[in-house]
């Protein structure tokens, strides 16, 4: 996260401390019924605030939602804020085999650590998986700005697996397939709760399918991210071949040469030689198809095009154009 977005997001955060918790549950509430088209199931126990050893804490290992931590310099500005306000918002744990899962509040861990405190204090959750994995993934998604494309895609994809994992419980049937819900897909129940497209859902958690490398290399920016969603179709060992290609590129490739060479070489497997020679022709098929055609802004034209007549055609206008402009070998 950057810097000015962290700040931001801790003024707003001061500006809400009354009502925070209260719309922490209301939020985790809504998802879980929008999600899984049922209300929570009620909790065993009823939730604990309490002060809580910050070494018995461990990160959450239910599912892996793939939230990166904060910079040293953010978990620094962090840790200020904590000193100076206090822990606004309590962390969110749930009771494990070794101590307790941090749902959520990793990063204020972290900063209370980094201020040498030896006790935080945490609303203690006693939820089954698909409760935390809500907890854990939809706090994040609403309210962390500039996400990277991974940690979406993590969380969209930890989600979707919560979903199918409850589709499986007999005891849910009727509630995951409720009367208002049964027709939405999991993928269309993530894009309405957060208004986002479901090709944007999909797109994003393909994503995950990356060998890391790649998937760094989107987050970057170095890769595209359609590229990135293409090249993650295809198999481990051909995916490291498009990595290697890419680094010799300095990871240049772009969306319709993705699309040349996928539809040269499908999924899921091609070999080097196959990678190269589809590389080749692809790139050769895009010089022929930019030296074929001249394209122009329709913008900078739209004053001028209602002036033509309509049996006239605008290239052989400007064909004329340059045959005047050019005539007897003028350069100038």
């Not at 955060?13 to 088209?37: I, P």
């Not at 309490?50 to 290992?61: A, G």
């Not at 239910?62 to 962090?78: A, D, R, V």
């Not at 209602?306 to 070998?329: C, M, S, T, V, W």
């Amino acid at each position: 996260m950057a810097k000015s977005a962290l700040a931001n997001a801790l003024k707003e955060r001061s500006a809400k401390s009354a009502t925070q918790s209260a719309d922490v549950n209301d939020s985790v509430d809504e998802a879980f019924e929008a999600l899984f088209g049922a209300a929570a199931p009620p909790a065993k126990k009823k939730r604990v605030t309490m002060e809580l050893p910050i070494e018995q804490l461990h990160p959450f290992r239910t599912s892996h939602i793939g939230f990166k931590p904060y910079s040293q310099e953010n978990l620094k500005m962090l840790a200020d804020d904590i000193a100076e306000n206090g822990l606004i918002e309590n962390i969110k744990v749930r009771p494990s085999e070794h101590g307790y899962e941090i749902l959520s509040g990793h990063n204020r861990v972290a900063a209370c650590k980094m201020l040498g405190r030896k006790e935080i204090t945490a609303d203690i959750e006693f939820v089954d998986n698909a409760r935390a994995v809500v907890i854990a993934t939809v706090t994040n998604l609403q309210r962390r700005q500039s996400l990277l494309p991974s940690e979406r895609g993590w969380a969209y994809r930890a989600l979707l697996d919560a979903y199918r994992q409850q589709g499986k419980r007999s005891d849910l049937v009727t509630a995951t397939c409720g009367e208002i819900h049964h027709k939405l897909k999991a993928r269309e129940r993530v894009a309405c709760f957060f208004g986002v497209g479901v090709n944007d859902v999909r797109q994003t958690v393909r994503l995950t399918y990356l060998i890391q490398p790649l998937l760094n290399a989107v987050d970057e920016r170095k890769l595209n991210m359609m590229c990135g969603v293409a090249i993650s179709y295809y198999d481990e060992g051909t995916q490291k071949l498009f990595q290697k290609r890419l680094n010799t590129e300095n990871h240049r490739i772009s969306v319709a040469m993705m699309k040349q060479i996928k539809k040269i070489c499908p999924p899921p497997s091609i070999s080097a030689e196959e990678l190269d020679k589809a590389w080749k022709t692809a790139a050769e098929q895009l010089s022929e198809q930019k030296t074929g055609s001249i394209r122009f802004s329709k913008k900078r034209f739209e004053p001028y095009l209602h002036r033509i007549p309509p049996d006239i055609n605008i290239e052989d206008l400007f064909l004329e154009f340059l045959q005047n402009r050019f005539a007897d070998g003028e350069q100038s």
